[in-house]
């Protein structure tokens, strides 16, 4: 299985802006999707985005307008943009790769919003 390695979390104010990137050792375009999760202190893992291989994109509706997914399959990497950052946002973020044969998640990267 090839396991994401999420990167680029760290502490932001509010209003400021961090990148994500989601990083595999082998080529991308096999995933039917990436996903990117969160999840913050004492509460449960929300979905946050969706890129599939055709490059169709969704969100959360508590991120959509502030947060992008992208991605570059020859860097075998997938990126949250996140702009607009509210103390909300704080969660440690995780990528998730689904394909046909299985599903894999990585370790996260922290994202802490405050001033």
């Known amino acids: 299985q090839v396991k994401p390695v999420e990167s680029g979390g760290g502490l932001v104010q509010p209003g400021g802006s961090l990148r994500l990137s989601c990083t595999a050792s082998?080529?991308?375009?096999?995933?039917?999707?990436i996903d990117w999760y969160r999840q913050a202190p004492g509460k449960q893992r929300d979905w946050v985005a969706i890129?599939?291989?055709?490059?169709?994109?969704n969100y959360a509706d508590s991120v959509k307008g502030r947060f992008t997914i992208s991605r570059d399959n020859a860097q075998n990497t997938v990126y949250l943009q996140m702009n607009s950052l509210k103390p909300e946002d704080t969660a440690v973020y995780y990528c998730?790769?689904?394909?046909?044969?299985?599903?894999?998640w990585g370790q996260g990267t922290q994202v802490t919003v405050s001033s």
């Open positions: 890129i599939t291989s055709a490059g169709g994109t």
């Open positions: 082998e080529s991308i375009v096999s995933f039917n999707a």
């Open positions: 998730r790769f689904r394909s046909r044969l299985y599903t894999s």
